[in-house]
């Protein structure tokens, strides 16, 4: 019924309204409508075709004023619809560039979460990061503050860096020891090297002249300059399938009798110190105190890294001095001078009293454990052939009650060491951790569960990262895609912005109800595989996340492209035909009955005795690989648009920029901060990896102070 004049007469009627492209062609068809029923009208009273035609265009020409007017009410419309665009702009875009940043400040957050999975990466994280903004970023530091955190980074090395502090703070003695401890990684092969450390360790005695740690550390750089000590294999102690442990015997070869002679008067003199202090814990927990009390894992790794990353030199030496001097002394002892071997060795209960005062970390206290069994090879051995049996018997008991402790522990950690049920619902780095300290009777079950359910968070932070990021990346795609068919078709694309009620929709069925179901599924953790760590539940994991990638983008496409469609149809716009592809509806439609079932599989399927199954990874893959095709599937469709229905591909990517935006807020202001309060909740109740601790952890900050007690108390005997 359209002809080419009330075409041509439309399109000049409606020229004005050419800057709103929806409300051009919302007039245009409402004259064409009045066009139509005048037609019909004239035909019904008995005119031909061509003759109604004719008389409805006569008749369109008399109602040019009518169309005036309509145009008039429309322009009001219009500049409604144009500041609520620039609106829209002004605060779309600002709020999807902050989205991006916070993104990316979540994406460094799990680049630093890996480094707790690698021992070796703690210090060299600490020491990458220590003076960055993004290292305190929840926090802000002064100048002061990052000096004790850090010393002064402009300096060359870290021992110059520490001595900064001891600078500003000449008198402080826990300062000045940390100086001292970075100084000890000196080359020893440099004679003036070993000069300015023994240097520096008299200054630090002047100031802190009742601590015997500065005399016991001479010692032990006099003792490697004046002797040489080695060790060879003299049979097997313990072998099974994942090691061997040697017997070993120890000798020592006097090369400078001098310098020996000075190494001992250090060891005497520190024997006769009130108190031995290395000041490492209270300069962790001050550290501890200026980051403040961790409220995310990233703050939590931060807190183990600063603790993996502080420097222990001082347990060589512990161990090399009282090796040295038993051994000395049973040398003496062969030579003659019995009264100055037994001098040596009648300290053995004032130093390991001395230095298990302050031993902050397990390995710190294997290390004195590891001494007690030295001087339980050597001390009681030099007493006998002194002639003292009463004493030899009596110190070589007191010293087999001490070894017997830590025997005691390992086997009891090696017999009743974590069992699997307790490894599959502990965190991952709980599962690393606890077969090497074993449990610890002042924990429940439940306190192993904690760390399990705050890593759960890391992941659901990196599955808000990934939607958010697919959320910016579909944005830019639209903008190109609606860019790309303007030029095409040399005509602006046309702009139909989703009504309220269809993005309550969309927000609604797209995300609130997903996840909300994902939640439920979390908390509720018999089905999903939630009451596991995530090593167990990993095919239940990805299959959930695949889901709500699947799905959340979906129906939000799904949705847009439903309500730009109709009104593409309203408009008179043509738009493509729905095809029906089998294959593509069989593809996914399988793809969501697989996931969906993977995803509420028990996750005890996934795991055999002290093991992740095969079959878990083998579900990880195919949903990798489902996702994957889905992904491909998709861009091979995005790549046959045909260029007849470009205003409607246009009008569909630009429909589709608000609903992803609005999106993106979402996940931001609500979902993120809400994970942020889980996480935040759950490391404090956490006693075992992630929680506030006084140690490398809180687990291992227990064993610690059990195994110290015990070796004080025998030694208080």
Known sequence: MHNNKIDNLLEQVTAGLDADLEVRLDVTNELRSHFDDKVEECRASGMSDGESEEAALKHFGETIQVADGLIEANMSRMKLKAHLRKLAWIILVPAVILCVFFSGSGLSGLSATGVVFNEHALYRFTEENSGSSWWY????????????????????NRADQQYALVEKYPENKMYRANYIMHLLSFNKKDPNAQQKVLKALRDAEQVDPDNALYNYLAAGILLDQAAKLDSKKIGIKEKNKKFTIYNYEHTLKVKDPELMKQAVHEYLKGTRKKYYNTYIMPLLKK???IIGEPTTVVQCIRQIALAAGTLLPNETYKR????????????LQKAGHEAEALRIVNQWKTYLRQISQNSPFLISVLVDYAIAGLAEKEIPGI????????????????????????????????????????LKKSGLLATMLLPAVGRHSKFKEEDYEVSSKVEYTVAEKGLLLVLNQI?????IGALLTALYWRFRTKRKALLLAPPLKLIGKVFLLAICLP????????????????????AISMANLAAQFALLLLIIPSILFIQTRQYVRQRCIDLDVPVPELKKHLLKKILICGSLLIFSVIALLPA???????????????CVMVVAALLTIIFVMFIIQYFSMRKPYALYYGALARAWVPVLALAMIFMTL???????????????????????????????????????????????K
């Open 670 to 716: 609500f979902v993120g901060p809400y994970l942020g309060w889980r996480q935040a909740s759950l490391i404090k109740q956490d006693k075992i990896i992630y929680g506030k601790a006084a140690s490398f952890t809180g687990l291992e900050a227990a064993v610690t102070k059990d195994l110290n007690d015990q070796m004080r108390k025998e030694l208080d």
């Open 137 to 156: 970023r929840n926090k802000k530091i002064t100048n002061e503050e990052k000096l004790i955190l850090s010393g002064d980074l402009s300096r060359k």
């Open 604 to 618: 005890e399927m996934f795991s055999t005795k002290n093991q992740v199954s095969p079959y878990c990874l083998v």
């Open 320 to 331: 090399s001095v009282a090796r040295g001097m038993w051994l000395y002394a049973a040398q």
């Open 383 to 422: 007493y006998r052939k002194a002639g003292k049996m009463k004493v030899a018997t009596q110190t070589e008991s007191e010293l087999k009650s001490i070894t017997a402790i830590i025997s005691n522990w390992k086997e009891r950690k090696k017999k009743e060491g974590p069992d699997w049920d307790t």
């Open 287 to 289: 550290r501890l105190a």
């Open 515 to 534: 996840l909300m179901t994902y939640l439920i599924i979390s908390l509720l953790g018999g089905i999903g595989g939630h009451r596991y760590n995530c």
């Open 471 to 475: 959320f910016f990346f579909s944005i």
